[in-house]
């Protein structure tokens, strides 16, 4: 089954303490990115990726590191929480960035409570 | 002005009611629309893509754009229960990442 997955689905922390939420996905896409989605705000980008080594910021990089060594992978790294990235994280891929393949697959979302 | 704006609702309608939902944007280079479903607990899915100006229709679901007003809705047809949702609408200029809205609410009552 085609799919982004996520990992953890739930996850409480405290301040300072180094993080990792797992990203992979098995449709060979080319694309990836991380966005958060808070209420009143609603999605943001993070970073996003076009292909493996290459990675960009988005709207809200501040905070967060990513990497993609990977074709599969995309791991979104929280070096030092904070309150304010309490947030729900999303995931998703698409074939390409570009105007044939806009279709983003998400994942089912990481909710992050730092304390 | 934010480059798209989006009225979050929420919106409460009967069964069987037409839907609209609806955003305005400001980049006019942005020529790639969507509208995407995202249910209580789950990520974002795509539900309508559309190019340029013109409707498009996929049963009960028509996506309409038009540029000259930078103007989008989706209408919902005979709307049920599990069209509960929240909708947000996406954009881009093509080879840019996607500008989404912050999406709206709907509950359809049975």
Same mark, same amino acid.
């Given at each position: ?76 790294? %929280? ?20 105007? %044939? ?15 | ?9 929420? %919106? ?20 790639? #629309? ?26 009960? #679901? ?12 989706? #209408? ?29 609410? %709907?509950?359809?009552?049975?």
């Amino acid at each position: 089954e085609a799919q982004v997955t996520q990992n953890p689905r739930y996850l409480i922390t405290v301040t300072g303490k180094k993080l990792t939420v797992t990203c992979s996905q098995n449709m060979n896409h080319e694309y990836m990115s991380w966005y958060r989605q808070d209420p009143g705000l609603g999605l943001r980008q993070i970073y996003y990726s076009m292909n493996v080594e290459v990675t960009d910021k988005g709207d809200v990089p501040e905070g967060y590191k990513v990497s993609r060594k990977e074709k599969r992978n995309f791991p979104l790294i %929280l070096e030092s929480p904070s309150p304010n990235q309490t947030s729900l994280y999303f995931c998703a891929s698409s074939l390409s960035q570009g105007p %044939l393949n806009e279709k983003l697959f998400f994942g089912s979302g990481t909710q992050l409570s730092v304390l | 002005q934010k480059e798209v704006e989006q009225d979050p609702g929420p %919106l409460s309608v009967p069964e069987g009611a037409i839907v609209s939902l609806n955003c305005t944007y400001s980049n006019s280079a942005f020529q790639y #629309f969507m509208w995407y479903r995202q249910y209580s607990r789950k990520g974002p899915e795509l539900l309508m893509y559309t190019y340029s100006s013109g409707n498009k229709e996929d049963g009960r #679901f028509t996506a309409q754009v038009d540029k000259s007003s930078k103007y989008i809705s989706l #209408f919902i047809r005979d709307s049920q229960p599990s069209d509960s949702a929240t909708y947000l609408c996406a954009m881009s200029a093509g080879n840019t990442p996607l500008v989404f809205g912050k999406g709206t609410r %709907l509950s359809v009552i049975a």
